[in-house]
């Protein structure tokens, strides 16, 4: 009689374990969709790659990291300081099926810096196509070129910021109303409940497990 419990232990150990491992894969695809993030100011790494492969472009290097990930009234931004703002002649940002100007937020001459601002209309887990325009005149031959690229944002070095003077700038352009002060602490709970759902899960298959030793053990004797 105890036999044909512990195999239908067995079989609902295994159920769990894979039900298990499911929910930490969909948790963390959620945390990793950036429609999903709270509302709140966070710096967020990226790199620029070319378009036709995963290299790095040479554009990389005009652009200062981390960006400012901006998630407001529903909406989301991004902005980015371009160094050598001189050489960037144009940058055109994703909207729709066309390409748009990005808003420029500031901009210092004597520094040779421009903070730029685009509106972020997809899931930014995927590479994010720009077109640029690039021309350097000091350079002999002149370098004149067109081309797109690729900016390749890492949503997991998402990291929320105390910076009020961007949601003002956004405020500006926008006319957008201030940002719920409750937004970074409603995702701090999100986050809660989703570690503490995994742990609970975890926690039943280990003692599960430890439950069918036991208990095979039991029946050994």
């Keep these: 009689m105890i036999k044909p419990i512990l195999k ?26 950036s429609t999903t993030i709270e509302e709140g100011t966070y710096s967020i790494d990226y790199v620029i790659l070319r378009a036709e492969d995963d290299s790095v472009s040479i554009a990389n290097d005009y652009f200062e990291k981390p ?24 940058l055109q940002a994703p909207q729709g099926d066309a390409f748009v100007d990005v808003d420029v ?45 690729r900016f390749d944002f890492n949503l997991d070095s998402l990291e929320e910021t105390e910076s009020k003077e961007v949601f003002k700038k956004v405020e500006d352009d926008q006319d957008k109303a201030p940002v719920n002060d409750d937004g970074g602490k409603e995702q701090q709970d999100d986050k809660s409940t989703s570690t503490i759902s ?18 095979w053990r039991t029946v050994k004797k």
């Excluded at 960006?67 to 144009?90: C, M, P, R």
């Excluded at 500031?106 to 887990?125: G, Y």
């Design 8 to 33: 239908y232990l067995i079989i609902g150990i295994l159920f769990l374990y894979v039900f298990t491992v499911e929910c930490i894969a969909f948790n963390t695809k959620v945390q990793a969709d």
């Design 67 to 90: 960006a400012n990930l901006i998630v407001q009234d529903g909406e989301q931004y991004i902005q980015f300081l371009l160094n050598h703002s001189q050489w960037t002649k144009e």
């Design 105 to 149: 937020v500031e901009e210092d001459e004597a520094e040779d810096t421009r903070l730029v601002q685009f509106k972020v209309d997809r899931d930014l887990s995927e590479p994010v196509e720009f077109k640029m325009h690039v021309l350097i005149e000091t350079m002999d031959p002149v370098y004149d070129h067109r081309y797109t690229v």
């Design 198 to 215: 995994i742990t609970l899960a975890i926690t039943l298959l280990i003692t599960s497990v430890l439950f069918v030793i036991v208990l």
